[in-house]
């Protein structure tokens, strides 16, 4: 599979998303949100994700010179109106505002309306992280959980994310999605010519596929836990939850009423709700981050089942896989999807993306 050098990787979205008239500025936030999932590892939501944003833009489903505005707040939330901007652009200003407010007054709560897909959640709650505070942030989407008992998808993958500080740079992060696996994971599986687990989605029969390219077709993913009998009704219940926070009260569409995000371009805004959380532990009990780090070092110390594999925190594997990128300077990327971002890049009229 193809290595691309993490600057290499970083010019070409921005060069991709200037071409098709995103501010340098905005162009430099977006790709900065993509390269974090890439080199974490979580590739279904880095360069994979590119195309879409490229299409919206064309199509004018997402405006890149939009500007969020704050429509009503108080001195610890805030209602914020994201201007069919891109993700970036609403994420970075609804989280500089949660930041502030939380440490002018503990808790920062906003929540936003007309957004786009914001990458990976978990990116925003390291915002505030990085500032010794504890983060969070909540986004739904169009349908594609199945709820428990029932044949249609009707939520999203409605993502949860928590990230804190436990002092020395040690942090924990929480960042998954309220169904089995995000589709992106489905379209990487895709590139790779390979079968996903049972488990993960439904054909059009109702019944679990290991097929990947039926179950993206099919656009049903089962909520975490799976079926009734292995608690999937907990995931869909966390998808309601998000949704709550999201369209609830920011006045977005909720899930079933957004238009499928597809790369041909939707043709319309997705209006996307989204919220974002910041508490500032220093206003509770003091000790927070030894108590954070006493738990981490109790978890990756316990003994494992295979001695091969130890036992990890919340957000290690994410903290190893972009030590490791680091390291020798690359993203491995599919063949296919590497292939894909060449045709692209003859269509927008840009450099194609090299590899080493």
């Known amino acids: 599979m193809p290595e691309v050098r993490i600057e290499e990787s970083t010019r070409f979205m921005v060069d991709s998303l200037k071409a098709v008239g995103t501010p340098e500025s905005e162009a430099k936030a977006q790709t900065d949100m993509l390269i974090h999932a890439d080199i974490v590892g979580h590739v279904s939501h880095g360069l994979n994700r590119l195309e879409f ?10 405006n890149p010179n939009g500007k969020p505005m704050i429509l009503k707040e108080t001195a610890a939330t805030a209602w914020v109106d994201g201007a069919d901007a891109l993700g970036a652009t609403v994420g970075n200003y609804c989280m500089d505002v949660a ?48 709820p428990t008992r029932a044949k249609e998808a009707a939520l999203g993958t409605n993502p949860i994310s ?16 309220s169904t089995a696996v995000a589709m992106g994971k489905i379209e990487i599986q895709i590139q790779k010519q390979e079968s996903i687990p049972p488990g993960w989605a439904l054909g059009p029969d109702g019944k679990t596929t290991t097929d990947a390219q039926l179950a993206f077709d099919t656009s049903r993913l089962l909520p975490l836990g799976g079926f009734e009998e292995t608690s999937g009704y907990k995931g869909y219940a966390l998808s309601a939850l998000v949704e709550v926070l999201c369209s609830g009260l920011s006045g977005s569409r909720s899930s079933p009423n957004i238009c499928p995000w597809e790369v041909a371009g939707n043709y319309e805004p997705t209006d996307l709700g989204q919220c974002f959380i910041v508490i500032n532990p220093e206003c509770f009990a003091p000790g927070f981050t030894e108590r954070i780090a006493q738990c981490l070092h109790h978890w990756r110390n316990m003994e494992p089942v295979d001695p091969a594999l130890p036992v990890l925190a919340p957000g290690d594997k994410e903290r190893i896989t972009a030590e490791m990128n680091h390291s020798k300077g690359t993203i491995t990327y599919a063949q296919k999807q590497y292939e894909r971002y060449a045709n692209m890049a003859k269509r927008i009229g840009v450099k194609p993306l090299q590899a080493v």
């Open 162 to 177: 928590l990230a804190c500080p436990a002092g020395n740079g040690d942090n924990l992060v929480v960042d998954l999605a």
């Open 99 to 146: 930041i502030r407010k939380a440490k002018e007054n503990g808790i920062g709560f906003v929540t936003c309306k007309r957004s786009n897909h914001f990458g990976m959640a978990g990116y925003w709650a390291l915002k505030a992280e990085k500032q010794g505070l504890i983060g969070m942030a909540f986004t739904n989407s169009s349908p594609l959980l199945v």
């Open 53 to 62: 944003y490229i299409n919206d833009i064309i199509t004018k489903a997402t």
